[in-house]
C-alpha cells in the first residue's frame, strides 16, 4: 500500500502528460439537411436558396456554432422530381441522422416529404409562399399563405387594372389551388375569368397561351408558371408585342432571381409580382444581407423571397435550439413557435397554432435593373390563415382529393399523360 502511495505522484505526472499531448477532442457537428433541385427545370430557382441556407449557416458557424458545436450542412439534390425529393428525405433522415430539413420548392415537392418528415418525427423548414390548405407539426411554413399573397394580389390587381382576368400557371398542385381561390374570390370583388391554362413544368410552348391573349384580351393575367417556364412565357410575350402597357402580368413566382436569367433583350419591365420581400427594401437589415450574399457569391447576384426565406429559416431555427438548449427534434418543435426575429423583410414571428410565419404582403413593379419599385405593402404584418375564410375546411380538403386522384395520386401532372398543355374552358 505504501508503495502505492509513493507511486501516486508519478502515475498523475503521466496522465497530465498523456492529456497534454492528446489534446480533448472536437464536438461533433449538429446535421442538418439541405434538400433542394439542384438540376432540372427548378434548379433555376432553388440553387439559390441553397446558397442562402449555407449563407446562415456559415454566419452561425462564424460566431461559434450552436450550443458549442459546428453546424454540418448536408446537401442532396431532388433533382426537379419529387419522388426524389422524398427519397433523399428518407436518406438524410435515417442514413444522415440529420436533426432538420430546410428545402423543397414546389407544393407537389413539399407534400411528398410531408409524408417523410411526419412519419419520422422529423422537421422541415418550407421558404416558399404556397396555396395553403395545410397544416403539419413537423413543418414551419416560412412563406407566405394564401392570404398573405394570393388574396392581396388579387385585390389590388382587380382595383388598378380591371376585372377580366386570364389565368396560367404550371400543371401542379401550387397553381391549381391558387386558381382555385381566386375563383373564389373573383366574385366577391365582381371580378371575372376570362381565361385559363396550365403548362406542364419546364415547358417552352406558350402558343396557345399568346393565341388567347391576343384574342381574350384580359385586363390583366394572373402568372403561377414555376420554373423556368417563365423565361419562356415573358419571351414569348415581347416576341407577340404584349407589354405591360396592354396587357400587364402580375407573377406570384417570378422573382428577382428568375429575372437575372431572363435574356437581357427581353424588356418585361413594367410588369408586377407580389411577394413578402423583395431586395430594393431600404432597411439596415437588408442592405446587410444583400451584401452579406453578395460578397459571399457575386457582386451583382440578386437575392429573392425565398431566399430571404430561407436565411430567416435557418437564423429562426438557430434561435430555437439556443432557447431549447438542445438540438432534439421533439424539443425544438416546441420552442420554435415562440420565436421572432428581426429579419431583412420586416419583423417575422412564428405562429403558434398553425406554425405559419406573419408576413407583410407586398406588390412591386419589375424596373429595367431587375428590381421592383415597392408600389404597395401591407400596413403590418399579417397574421397567417392556411385555410382562408373564402373556403371551408371540408371544401378545401375535397378539392385537393379530387386533384390528387385525377394525377393518378400525384400532386402534379404526369408526363405518362398525352398533353402538355391543358386549357380550362370558361
Not at 96 to 123: D, P, Q
Not at 386 to 411: G, T
Request: with cysteine; aromatic share 10%.
Amino acid at each position: 500500500m505504501r508503495k502505492i502511495i509513493l507511486l501516486l505522484p508519478i502515475l498523475l505526472s503521466c496522465v497530465l502528460i498523456i492529456f497534454a499531448f492528446y489534446p480533448e477532442k472536437e464536438p461533433l457537428p449538429i446535421k442538418v439537411g439541405i434538400l433542394h433541385s439542384l438540376t432540372g427545370t427548378m434548379a433555376i430557382s432553388e440553387k439559390p436558396v441553397m446558397q442562402a441556407t449555407l449563407l446562415a449557416i456559415e454566419e452561425i458557424n462564424a460566431q461559434g456554432g450552436l450550443l458549442g458545436r459546428p453546424i454540418e450542412p448536408i446537401i442532396a439534390d431532388g433533382k426537379s422530381n419529387w419522388d426524389t425529393f422524398a427519397k433523399q428525405a428518407e436518406y438524410l433522415i435515417t442514413q444522415e441522422k440529420v436533426r432538420v430539413i430546410f428545402g423543397c420548392w414546389t407544393s407537389a415537392s413539399r407534400k411528398r416529404v410531408k409524408t417523410i418528415v411526419e412519419k419520422h418525427k422529423s422537421l422541415l423548414f418550407y421558404p416558399v409562399q404556397y396555396e395553403g390548405l395545410e397544416t403539419s407539426p413537423n413543418i414551419v411554413y416560412m412563406g407566405a399563405a394564401p392570404n398573405q399573397q394570393i388574396i392581396p394580389a388579387i385585390s389590388w390587381a382587380i382595383q388598378n387594372f380591371g376585372s377580366r382576368m386570364y389565368l396560367v400557371g404550371s400543371d401542379y398542385v401550387f397553381p391549381r389551388v391558387a386558381n382555385w381561390l381566386i375563383h373564389k374570390q373573383a366574385p366577391l370583388l365582381h371580378g371575372a375569368i376570362v381565361g385559363e391554362t396550365y403548362l406542364q413544368l419546364g415547358t417552352t410552348n406558350m402558343n396557345q397561351v399568346i393565341a388567347d391573349l391576343k384574342l381574350l384580351k384580359p385586363d390583366v393575367v394572373i402568372n403561377s408558371i414555376n420554373g423556368s417556364s417563365n423565361i419562356a412565357f415573358f419571351t414569348a410575350l415581347q416576341k407577340a408585342g404584349i407589354t405591360a402597357n396592354n396587357i400587364p402580368v402580375m407573377s406570384l413566382s417570378l422573382s428577382e432571381t428568375e429575372l437575372y436569367k431572363i435574356n437581357k433583350n427581353t424588356n418585361i419591365s413594367g410588369h408586377y409580382a407580389t411577394w413578402n420581400y423583395f431586395q430594393s427594401i431600404n432597411t439596415p437589415e437588408n442592405k446587410a444581407f444583400v451584401q452579406a450574399y453578395q460578397s459571399h457569391y457575386g457582386a451583382n447576384l440578386p437575392v429573392s423571397d425565398p431566399m430571404e426565406a430561407a436565411w430567416n429559416a435557418v437564423h429562426l431555427w438557430a434561435q430555437a435550439v439556443r432557447s431549447a438548449q438542445t438540438c432534439d427534434t421533439t424539443t425544438v418543435r416546441q420552442t420554435i413557435r415562440h420565436q421572432s426575429f428581426a429579419a431583412p423583410e420586416g419583423i417575422v414571428s412564428i405562429d403558434s397554432r398553425s406554425q405559419h410565419a406573419w408576413k407583410t404582403a407586398r406588390i412591386g413593379q419589375i424596373q429595367e435593373n431587375g428590381q421592383f419599385n415597392i408600389l404597395w405593402s401591407s400596413s403590418q404584418p399579417i397574421r397567417p390563415m392556411p385555410y382562408p375564410p373564402i373556403v371551408s375546411k371540408q371544401e378545401a380538403e375535397a378539392y385537393l382529393n379530387q386533384l390528387y386522384l385525377n394525377w393518378h395520386k400525384h400532386w402534379s401532372w404526369q408526363p405518362s399523360q398525352k398533353d402538355s398543355l391543358v386549357q380550362v374552358q370558361q
